[in-house]
């Protein structure tokens, strides 16, 4: 056999939560900082590629432009179809997510093998780890690596933190949950592969369908928000982002970091919980773990 069925599937997520929940605490910073940067990788080569496509343009040969006129769904296909890398290097290369452990803690709590203190230590610290170097690679390996110092670039990448700055408490927290769903079925299907190849195709799809939907996940937020927010306050962009009627108003000063924290990281982060917690962890438990899957034969 090539791949573990469901009730197998539940029981290594059990086992890994168990791990998880009673890991040292320096290692779980150390992989919880590997994670943050390892998703800010996937989204900043999604913003890279669907910036790019955005608002791309082709010089011929005579020296006339011709404008690149993507449809939407287009581009944020694009950025969906690269977006996987991310949690490729998490899952296969090893470290510690937060929105992974919104699954992982929670079904050994459920099956009594972890308790609620190791589940919060868990979280706290993988969730600090995981901001550290999600801004990590947003400072140093994209805004200061200078990719979105020129249009299509920081026009997409203000764009997009401004948008995500912009959502309501309730949006913002059911896109948190359809979107981290979508993530643990990606990691619960990875489970099930015995190859590294499964592995990758299992992390690809619900990947690609999170971010192409457009599904927010608190850790991606990381990167995409503080990379927006420098990208709009450079003065040597300030002016290239007004020419194109790109409004940075919630993404100046300190309204920004506030809007970051609170408008969008903390209805996402408890819809992400909740997508994680009670729609793959909870019910997975239930029917494979609580009590018969099938009734007694008369």
């Not at 997510?97 to 979280?123: D, Q």
């Not at 799809?205 to 192409?212: K, L, N, Y």
Request: with cysteine.
């Amino acid at each position: 056999m090539t791949f573990k069925v469901p009730a197998e599937i539940t029981k290594a997520a059990i086992a890994s939560g168990c791990t998880k929940c009673t890991m040292r605490w320096q290692k779980l910073l150390v992989l919880g900082f590997l994670a943050g940067a390892y998703i800010a990788f996937g989204a900043l080569l999604s913003e890279i590629v669907a910036g790019g496509l955005s608002n791309g343009t082709i010089t011929l040969a005579g020296g006339e432009v011709w404008k690149l006129a993507l449809p939407a769904g287009l581009v944020k296909f694009a950025a969906g179809a690269v977006f996987p890398v991310g949690l490729m290097l998490v899952v296969i290369g090893g470290a510690e997510l937060f929105t992974g452990n919104c699954m992982f803690a929670p079904i050994s709590v459920f099956n009594r093998e972890s308790g609620f203190k190791g589940l919060a230590v868990n979280w706290t610290l993988v969730y600090l780890a995981n901001l550290i170097g999600s801004i990590f690679v947003a400072v140093f390996l994209a805004y200061k690596c200078g990719f979105f110092d020129a249009m299509p670039w920081a026009g997409w990448a203000a764009t997009v933190a401004n948008t995500k700055c912009g959502l309501d408490f309730a949006t913002a927290f059911w896109r948190g949950v359809g979107c981290n769903w979508l993530v643990c079925l990606a990691i619960w299907l990875a489970i099930s592969a015995d190859d590294v190849v499964g592995k990758i195709l299992a992390i690809w799809f619900p990947i690609m369908a999170f971010v192409t939907i457009g599904f927010e996940h608190s850790v991606a937020n990381m990167f995409f928000i503080p990379l927006g927010i420098l990208v709009a306050n450079n003065p040597a962009t300030a002016a290239t982002l007004s020419s194109a009627n790109i409004t940075t108003t919630n993404l100046i000063g300190s309204a920004g970091w506030y809007n970051f924290f609170i408008t969008n990281l903390v209805p996402v982060t408890l819809g992400n919980i909740v997508g994680a917690a009670l729609f793959v962890a909870a019910i997975y438990w239930y029917v494979y773990m609580r009590g018969p899957l099938c009734a007694s034969k008369p």
